[in-house]
C-alpha cells in the first residue's frame, strides 16, 4: 500500500472514529473523481464502518474498495427499516460500481416478466437486475418449476420464448421491402408449439389473441388454458396409449400447480399491504409507511396531531383510489423494493404487529 493511501485511509479512520455513532443509517463510499463506488448500510453505523478498516487486503471486498475511497460519508435513518429502504434507492440512483443489485434476495426468487414491444413473449428471470421494463408477477420460488410451468403455457398457446432480440414478422405486416426467404429461429413452429412469428405464419391479432389468454391467466381472470392436453390426455388413455397419457397427465399439473402458485402471490402480495409505524425514542423521529403490495407507497413521520393525522388519511384514500386493472402485476422498476418488503417480514416478523390493515 502506498503511503499516500496509508494517509487517506488514517484520515478516514479518524474520521470515522470522531463523528459515526451506532444508530442505523447508510453509508456511501467515493473514489477521488467523486464517483460512489459502493452504498451499504447498517443498523450500527460506527460499528459497521469501523470494521472496513479492520479487514484485510486483497482478501476481503471491503478492504479494496476502501483502498479506492476518496471520502466515507454517512447518514444516520431512523429505523433499520428506513436505512434499508434508503440503501435501495440510493443504489438504484447511483448504480455504484460495486454494488450488486439485491444479490441477497433476487438469487432466491424468481419472477414471470412480460416483455413489451409488438410480439410479446413471458420470460422466466431472477428479480429485474437493471432492466426495468416490462411488467413482473412474482416472487416465486422456484426458478426450475416456474420455467417448467411457463414452458407449457408458451406450448399450449403457442408463444414465442426465444431470443427478445430475434426480429418477428406478422403475416398481415405490410413490408416496404421484398424480404428474403425465412426459416424459423427453432424447432417449435415446424412441431406446432409456436404459432411462428419468426416466419410471418400468424397474424398479429391471432398472436396477440392467444398472449392475451396467457395474460388473463396469470392475473387471475381466467383459468389455466389446459382444455387442449386435457382433451389429448383423455385420447391417448381411450387408445390405450398410457405412457402418452401420463406425460400429459404430468404437463396438466404443472399448469395446475403455477395456478395455484399464482392465487397464493396474489394473496401473499395483496397481505403485504398495510401501515407500518416504527417508534423511536424521540417521538418526533418515529415515521410510518403505508405499504401496498409489498411496495412503500407513502412515508411521513407518524402523525401526532389531528391535522397530521387528516394529512396522513388522505394521502392513503389517495393511493387506495384507482382502481388497480392488474393487482397481481409488479411494475419492473418496483421489483427490487417488493422483494425487500417481503424479505424485511419474513426476518422479523414481529414487526407485523407493528402493522395495521390499509382503510380509506
Ligand atoms: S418458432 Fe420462431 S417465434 Fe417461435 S420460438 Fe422458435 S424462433 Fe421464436
Known amino acids: 500500500m502506498t503511503k499516500a493511501i496509508e494517509m487517506r485511509i488514517d484520515q478516514l479512520r479518524a474520521e470515522v472514529k470522531d463523528?459515526?455513532?451506532?444508530?442505523?443509517?447508510?453509508?456511501?463510499?467515493?473514489?477521488?473523481?467523486?464517483?460512489?463506488?459502493y452504498v451499504g448500510k447498517s443498523k450500527a453505523l460506527r460499528t459497521r464502518l469501523l470494521s472496513y478498516f479492520r479487514a484485510s487486503y486483497p482478501r476481503d471486498k471491503g478492504a479494496r474498495i476502501l483502498r479506492e475511497a476518496a471520502t466515507l460519508t454517512w447518514t444516520p435513518e431512523p429505523s433499520e427499516f428506513a436505512a434499508l429502504l434508503q440503501e435501495l434507492r440510493l443504489i438504484?440512483?447511483?448504480r455504484p460500481r460495486y454494488n450488486v443489485m439485491m444479490k441477497r434476495d433476487a438469487r432466491y426468487h424468481a419472477f414471470v416478466r412480460i416483455t413489451g414491444g409488438h410480439t410479446p413473449m413471458l420470460q422466466v428471470v431472477r428479480g429485474a437486475g437493471t432492466?426495468?421494463?416490462g411488467t413482473y408477477y412474482g416472487p416465486f420460488r422456484g426458478v426450475y418449476q416456474l420455467a417448467e410451468a411457463i414452458r407449457?403455457?408458451?406450448d399450449l398457446l403457442g408463444l414465442r420464448d426465444c431470443k427478445p432480440t430475434l426480429p418477428m414478422f406478422y403475416a398481415d405486416q405490410p413490408e416496404l421491402l421484398p424480404l428474403p426467404s425465412r426459416t424459423p429461429g427453432c424447432i417449435r413452429h415446424e412441431i406446432g408449439k409456436c404459432l411462428g412469428p419468426c416466419v410471418a405464419a400468424v397474424h398479429q391479432t391471432e398472436y396477440l389473441a392467444a398472449f392475451g389468454v396467457a395474460r388473463d391467466f396469470l392475473e387471475g381472470h381466467a383459468d389455466a388454458p389446459h382444455g387442449p392436453l386435457l382433451a389429448q390426455m383423455t385420447a391417448a388413455s381411450e387408445a390405450l396409449d398410457y405412457e402418452r397419457a401420463a406425460l400429459l397427465r404430468d404437463k396438466v399439473a404443472r399448469v395446475d400447480s403455477l395456478q395455484a402458485q399464482l392465487s397464493r402471490?396474489?394473496?401473499a402480495l395483496e397481505s403485504l399491504s398495510f401501515v407500518?409505524?416504527?417508534p423511536a425514542d424521540e417521538p418526533a423521529k418515529a415515521r410510518s409507511y403505508v405499504v401496498r403490495r409489498g411496495r412503500v407507497r407513502h412515508?411521513?413521520?407518524t402523525p401526532r396531531t389531528a391535522a397530521e393525522r387528516r394529512a396522513f388519511a388522505e394521502a392513503i384514500e389517495a393511493i387506495l383510489a384507482p382502481a388497480d386493472p392488474a393487482p397481481a402485476t409488479v411494475p419492473g422498476h418496483e421489483v427490487d423494493e417488493v422483494l425487500l418488503v417481503a424479505a424485511w417480514f419474513k426476518r422479523h416478523p414481529k414487526e407485523l404487529e407493528r402493522t395495521t390493515p390499509l382503510r380509506g
Open 19 to 37: 463523528g459515526a455513532r451506532d444508530v442505523p443509517g447508510t453509508y456511501q463510499m467515493t473514489s477521488p473523481e467523486g464517483e460512489v463506488i
Open 92 to 94: 438504484k440512483r447511483l
Open 131 to 133: 432492466d426495468e421494463t
Open 152 to 154: 407449457e403455457l408458451n
Open 265 to 267: 402471490l396474489r394473496f
Open 276 to 278: 407500518y409505524a416504527i
Open 299 to 301: 412515508e411521513a413521520p
